[in-house]
């Protein structure tokens, strides 16, 4: 073969080898760029019963776990204790701080089928304040040292706010109000529920106040004023009759006896003339008025 042809197969055959070389080199870079691309992708789906979080010791930290009634999240501390708690109850969500030291709940957060529920708890885990609301109501409850309600402030059916307080025993022992008509309404009870003591308003925008005994609902005595602003005391019995009454007129004040009937049989009162005037009467209404 002549010395030139050999020359142009050198070449041919250098130039291949030179290009076979370069194109393995470039796969060898392209395919673990690839791999890096595809790695660094999330994954689109991961399933699991239960998904834990540790540190170097195996202590679990966090665990999201899931059962018939719904998913949880669990989040403690360094030693495993659960600090916070989330969940599903039938109306929503579940949400608890809890007392790592004690093991018992701090505070409570849970979705009501109305509302939602919020209670603070004591060290040994019972209910210190519960908070709730409804559709037309909340209430917000503070209980004593044996759990049962020591004061409870809500709304009543009349749209109005009430706040009450209690004996340890659950009897009330003083309710604010709305009396439904004329302005507010203080109350005071006995331990064995009947009413003490009523401050309340009157028609004409004045105050009024009853007191009571045993369990009669009408007042033995009762302060207020009339219409033209002037003071009125009353006394009755226990079936709510008067007994006696002073009041003031702008000719001055009186004073009525009167007896089981309702009638008067004294009255000692001012005259227009400024003197004083004492009436004696029967029980038909009848008798004799002294003047000096």
């Avoid at 660094?40 to 239960?50: D, F, H, V």
């Avoid at 509302?115 to 603070?120: K, Q, T, V, Y």
């Avoid at 009937?261 to 001012?270: R, T």
Wanted: negative net charge; proline residues 3%.
């Amino acid at each position: 073969m002549p010395r030139c042809q050999n020359f142009v197969h050198g070449m041919f055959v250098g130039a291949a080898l030179l290009a076979a070389g370069w194109f393995l080199a470039g796969a060898q870079r392209v395919v673990p760029a690839i791999e890096r691309n595809n790695a660094s992708k999330p994954a689109q789906l991961i399933q699991a019963g239960r998904i834990e979080i540790v540190d170097q010791t195996g202590a679990v930290l966090l665990a999201l776990a899931g059962d018939e009634t719904g998913g949880s999240i669990s989040i403690r501390d360094r030693l495993g204790r659960t600090a916070i708690l989330a969940g599903v109850n039938d109306a929503g969500g579940t949400l608890q701080l809890r007392n790592v030291q004690s093991n018992t709940p701090s505070a409570t957060l849970t979705t009501a089928a109305a509302g939602a529920d919020f209670s603070l708890h004591n060290v040994t885990g019972g209910t210190a304040v519960h908070t709730t609301t409804a559709t037309n109501n909340a209430r917000i409850t503070i209980n004593g040292n044996a759990g049962s309600p020591a004061l409870v402030l809500d709304r009543t059916s009349s749209d109005c706010g009430r706040i009450r307080t209690f004996r340890p025993g659950g009897t009330t022992v003083i309710e604010l109000n709305h009396d439904g008509a004329f302005g507010g309404l203080i109350e005071t009870f006995a331990a064995d529920g009947h009413r003490l003591v009523a401050l309340a308003s009157t028609v004409g925008a004045h105050g009024r106040i009853d007191t009571f005994g045993g369990a009669s609902e009408s007042p033995l005595v009762s302060l207020t004023a009339t219409g033209s602003d002037e003071g009125q005391l009353y006394t009755y019995n226990a079936a709510g009759q008067t007994l006696a009454a002073i009041a003031t007129r702008p000719i001055g004040a009186t004073l009525r006896l009167f007896n089981n009937n309702g009638q008067p049989v004294v009255i000692l009162q001012s005259t227009e003339d400024g003197d004083g005037e004492l009436g004696v009467l029967n029980n038909a209404g009848t008798g004799r008025f002294i003047t000096p």
